[in-house]
Nanobody
Framework: QVQLVYSGGGLVQAGGSLRLSCASSVRIFGALAQGWFRQAPGKERELVAAISWSGGTTYYTDSVKGRFTISRDNAKNTTYLQMNSLKPEDTAVYYC??????????????????WGLGTQVTVSS
């Protein structure tokens, strides 16, 4: 069973920055697309950003374009999410998951059934 270790969440004022990390134990990390998701209270989980296995293709939901950057380090089995110009509406628990491609991630075909605990991001106004 894959283990996902999250770090980097916290409380920040609007306009601030955070960098999230998700370290995965899966052996084929380098062959999978990786994605960051978030779930705010009372809302469904949504895909925020995704990156292909090579890093050559990325996807961002409209609300974070120009503010968030997804990256990956295949040698460390780790995915990052740099979040700048944070807004109160970015408040949520953030999770990572994987898929065979960015396109399959966007239609909900994920690799891991267990999302782990995620990391809480709280943005104060």
């Amino acid at each position: 069973q894959v283990q996902l270790v999250y770090s980097g969440g916290g409380l920040v004022q609007a306009g601030g920055s955070l960098r999230l990390s998700c370290a995965s134990s899966v052996r084929i990390f380098g062959a999978l697309a990786q994605g960051w998701f978030r779930q705010a209270p009372g809302k469904e989980r949504e895909l925020v950003a995704a990156i292909s296995w090579s890093g050559g293709t990325t996807y961002y939901t409209d609300s974070v374009k120009g503010r968030f950057t997804i990256s990956r380090d295949n040698a460390k089995n780790t995915t990052y999410l740099q979040m700048n110009s944070l807004k109160p509406e970015d408040t949520a628990v953030y999770y990572c998951n994987a898929a065979r491609a960015v396109a399959t991630m966007r239609v909900g075909d994920y690799e891991y059934a267990d999302w782990g605990l995620g990391t809480q991001v709280t943005v104060s106004s």
